[in-house]
């Protein structure tokens, strides 16, 4: 399966590509996979329940794959969406466990991925702050990036970000994940307790290693707040 091979819908405008999926599927309106693209969302969602900027500025599609390996499906998300901008815009990315990725120390990219074990499907969603957004508070200013200066292929990047993630599907975590992992060797807090970030492990948690030695591993990114900003 790649690009071409499943259903595209395009909206000027929509509360959460994620939740057009959820409620067409749940609906059996929609049974293949199957692509959904806008340009704004009205209540875009992030990970943990937090709300993802979404405006104009950006690209945000949502991707329904039934049927298939989601096995570590966020971090090969996060590989794919680092190897398209790359590769296609010679434009390197950090990326943050578990599902953000970063350009020049800000935020521009977000992944949201949510299963519905009843109808065995995965939907994948993605949020890129493409260009520089001029009416951002400076609060939002020192948070959210943006990537080019002018405008791109948008549908090309997207057919690139879904193909890869067809591909890497029946994979292994890729080892660039790890690599390009902008947290490794960096302290974070989880729930008031220090931590330094020492390895991500083939599951994709995070191994933090605690100020009497102790290891322990972290599978969601609930309560963890980073010290990422050097």
């Known amino acids: 399966m790649n690009f071409n091979n499943i259903k595209i819908k395009f909206l000027n405008e929509i509360d959460s590509t994620n939740d057009y999926l959820k409620i067409n599927i ?31 500025n950006g690209v945000y599609f949502s991707l329904a794959i039934f049927n298939k390996n989601f096995f570590n499906i966020t971090p090969k998300v996060a590989v794919s969406v680092y190897l398209a901008i790359k590769n296609t815009f010679n434009i390197e990315l950090e990326i943050k466990w578990i599902n953000d990725l970063y350009y020049k120390n800000k935020k521009v990219v977000g992944i949201l991925c949510e299963r519905l074990l009843n109808e065995n499907c995965i939907i994948i969603g993605i949020g ?26 948008e549908n090309t990047l997207i057919r690139n970000i879904v193909d890869n993630i067809y591909n890497l599907l029946d994979s292994q975590i890729p080892d660039i994940y790890i690599k390009k992992n902008r947290i490794l060797n960096k302290d974070f807090f989880y729930k008031g307790k220090k931590f330094l970030a020492i390895n991500i492990d083939k599951n994709g948690n995070l191994i933090g290693r605690d100020e009497f030695g102790f290891e322990n591993v972290f599978f969601s990114s609930k309560d963890i707040i980073f010290n990422v900003t050097n």
């Open 26 to 56: 749940k609906d059996k309106k929609i049974i293949d996979d199957y692509l959904v693209i806008t340009n704004k969302q009205t209540n875009g969602r992030g990970a943990n329940g937090r709300n993802f900027f979404s405006d104009e």
């Open 128 to 153: 890129i702050d493409l260009y520089k957004n001029n009416s951002l508070s400076k609060d939002m200013e020192n948070i959210i990036g943006y990537i080019f200066d002018k405008k791109i292929d």
